[in-house]
């Protein structure tokens, strides 16, 4: 089996499908609004299996999206590259890693607290499937306490 590279990468906006195809809501033109800082990939002879993107908005990192292909599920990947936004965050000086998580068990998982912010959820209350078929939770990492 070839190994899988995690690798840093600029092109923000060419993970749109993947994160799309994975389920999230994403506009095409959201690397032009929401600021985007870092992304970092896992990729099997050079073949997308995972991204994490995170940006800045309202004063805040956020950890906007995160995939991983169906296939390469199951594998400590999507935990893999949280650990690598985290010590981002931390390593540009925050204390805080914010998420509006449509999965948030997957993210108290790995050490995430609920919050009673909920400006990260804005979009998602405009959208016809909030509380219907999606629950997100607005969640926040606090970064010294969580070395993922
Ligand atoms: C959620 C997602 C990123 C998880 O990726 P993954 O690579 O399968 O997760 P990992 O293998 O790293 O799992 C890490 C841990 O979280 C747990 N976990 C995984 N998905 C979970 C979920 N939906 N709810 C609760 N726990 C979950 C795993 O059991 C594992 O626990 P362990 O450390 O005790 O073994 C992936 O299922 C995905 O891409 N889903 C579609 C897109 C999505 O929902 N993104 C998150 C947006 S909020």
Redesign the pocket.
């Given at each position: 089996m070839a190994e899988i590279t995690i690798q840093t990468e600029n092109g923000h906006a060419a993970f749109t499908s993947l994160y799309r195809s994975?389920?999230?809501d994403i506009t095409d033109d959201w690397a032009a609004l929401y600021h985007p800082v870092f992304s970092v990939t896992a990729r099997r002879e050079g073949a997308l299996l995972?991204a994490a993107t995170v940006t800045r908005r309202f004063d805040r990192m956020v950890l906007e999206?995160?995939?991983?292909e169906p296939e390469?599920?199951?594998?400590?990947?999507?935990?893999?590259l949280t650990g690598r936004c985290l010590a981002y965050a931390a390593g540009a000086g925050e204390t805080s890693l914010w998420?509006a998580?449509?999965?948030p068990?997957?993210?108290r998982?790995?050490g995430a607290e609920e919050t009673e912010d909920s400006a990260l959820l804005a979009d998602c209350r405009r959208c016809g499937d909030y509380q219907v078929s999606c629950h997100p939770r607005e969640l926040v990492f606090h970064l010294k306490e969580n070395p993922v």
């Amino acid at each position: 089996m070839a190994e899988i590279t995690i690798q840093t990468e600029n092109g923000h906006a060419a993970f749109t499908s993947l994160y799309r195809s994975a389920g999230l809501d994403i506009t095409d033109d959201w690397a032009a609004l929401y600021h985007p800082v870092f992304s970092v990939t896992a990729r099997r002879e050079g073949a997308l299996l995972a991204a994490a993107t995170v940006t800045r908005r309202f004063d805040r990192m956020v950890l906007e999206y995160l995939a991983v292909e169906p296939e390469a599920r199951g594998h400590g990947l999507g935990k893999l590259l949280t650990g690598r936004c985290l010590a981002y965050a931390a390593g540009a000086g925050e204390t805080s890693l914010w998420v509006a998580a449509r999965e948030p068990g997957f993210y108290r998982r790995l050490g995430a607290e609920e919050t009673e912010d909920s400006a990260l959820l804005a979009d998602c209350r405009r959208c016809g499937d909030y509380q219907v078929s999606c629950h997100p939770r607005e969640l926040v990492f606090h970064l010294k306490e969580n070395p993922v």
